[in-house]
Each structure stands twice: as C-alpha cells, then as structure tokens.
C-alpha cells in the first residue's frame, strides 16, 4: 500500500465516475450536433475500446485491455473547463490483476482536448497488481513523496495527449458518443503504509535543520520503489450532452 492520505479519495472518485457513465446507457433516440472543433463521422471504429500498457521499474508489465476490461468515467461540470475524466486498462491473468488507471483528471474538454489538465491532489495516475494474497499500488502521490525533485509536482502528472478526437453519430438525444485516441505517461511509487524509523527521523532531522525540501523523503530509507507507465489509448464512449459545454 502506498503512503499516502489522498489515495482512498482518488480511488473513491474512480468508482463514483464510472458507476455515473455505466447508468447513461440504452434510454432514447435521435441525433446530436457536432460542437465546433470537433471532428464529425458516421462511422463507428472496428474496436470500441483499446488501452497498450507499459509499465517499467521496479515492476515491468505489458498488456493490452479491450472492451469491457477498459473503463472511461466521465462527470460533466456546470462551468467550462470543469468536467473530469477517468480511463483505466484492466487485465486478470491466471488468478492475478493488474490495473492502470489515470484520473480524476480536472478540465478535460472535447472542444479544446490538449488543454492544460489538473490531475487532483496529485492522484492522476496508479498502477495496482495482485498476485495471490499479496497486492501492491503504485500511485503519483507516492511519486512526488518520495521521488519528485520538484516543488510544484511536476514530475507527478500524467501527461495525456489526445491526437484525435471525433464525433460519432449517436441515436440517443441524451447522449454524444466521441471517438478519443491518444497517449499517457506518469511516474509512480510505491512506498510502505507506515515508513520505518529510520525513514521517519531523517525527514523530520533534516526539516528541523534546513527546512523544506523535495522530495521530503529519503526514497532508499524509506524502501520506497518507481515505476514509469505510459500507453496508448483508442476509446468510443457515450457522453452525456451536457458535456459539451465544457
């Protein structure tokens, strides 16, 4: 488990997110409007939903997740630039899971899709495997924890490039269905649910005498381990309309 607080609330989030898309499916007919700036297509993609993970580090893995093993939450915002967006890849193996997922990510929009991002609370990506009885979570806040020389997280954030995003015809009025092809990439960490002594009394050693730094802590004492994710992403979804003010 990772070693740190605002992990529960981002995975909290995850389930909230992807429950609320799950609830939009099947009810009524007819055609929506392509908005400005977004490329338009009567034609539906040969494959729904496609994620390549690859994961390196103290942890290697490769896989790919299709169709229901790929999750997309979406929650849209009452003001512009306030929707949230959640994608992850999922794989059961032989009694084992593994899990990448990115979000919730802050300002997603289908008109402006490169705009800047704001991954929450530094939670914008997890790696999570189980292996039997034991299991590991490999998150972004642990990264800038433990591994981030940098005081505004930088090194923390997924970074998500969407190379195309296009309008699918849809036959319900209340939803939008969008094709969105891209790519991610974070730095992740793993470190313990209760750092050792030692680990404990150098941060607080050094913050005492010198004052703040980053990361606050000493990576190696504290038995903390990273992994770099990155991928590429081919995804159809439903969204609700509403979404398109954002």
Avoid at 184 to 209: D, I, L, R, V
Wanted: hydrophobic share 35%.
């Amino acid at each position: 488990m990772t070693h740190s607080a605002a992990r529960p609330l981002s995975r909290f989030m995850m389930l909230i997110l992807t429950a609320f898309v799950a609830t939009l499916y099947g009810c009524g007919n007819g055609d929506t409007q392509a908005p400005a700036g977004a490329k338009s297509s009567s034609a539906a993609p040969s494959v729904l939903k496609k994620m390549t993970i690859d994961v390196t580090g103290d942890l290697n893995l490769h896989y790919e997740a299709t169709g229901e093993d790929v999750a997309v939450g979406f929650l849209p915002g009452k003001e512009p630039g306030a929707n949230w967006l959640t994608l992850s890849g999922n794989q059961d193996k032989d009694g084992d899971s593994n899990s990448v997922s990115i979000g919730p990510i802050l300002g997603f929009s289908f008109d402006n899709p490169s705009q800047k991002h704001i991954e929450l609370l530094f939670q914008g990506g997890r790696v999570e495997v189980t292996h039997g009885e034991s299991n590991a979570s490999y998150d972004t806040g642990a990264y800038y924890l433990y591994f981030d020389k940098d005081k505004t997280g930088a090194n923390s954030n997924v970074k998500l490039d969407f190379s195309r995003v296009e309008k699918l015809h849809s036959s319900n009025k209340l939803l939008m269905r969008y094709r969105m092809v891209g790519t991610f990439q974070f730095n992740a960490a793993f470190g313990p649910e209760q750092p050792n002594e030692a680990c404990s009394k150098e941060a607080a050693t050094y913050a005492a005498e010198h004052g703040e730094r980053h990361p606050g802590f000493d990576a190696k004492l504290c038995e903390a381990k990273s992994v770099v994710a990155k991928g590429t992403f081919d995804l159809t979804q439903d969204f609700p309309v509403r979404g398109e003010a954002g």
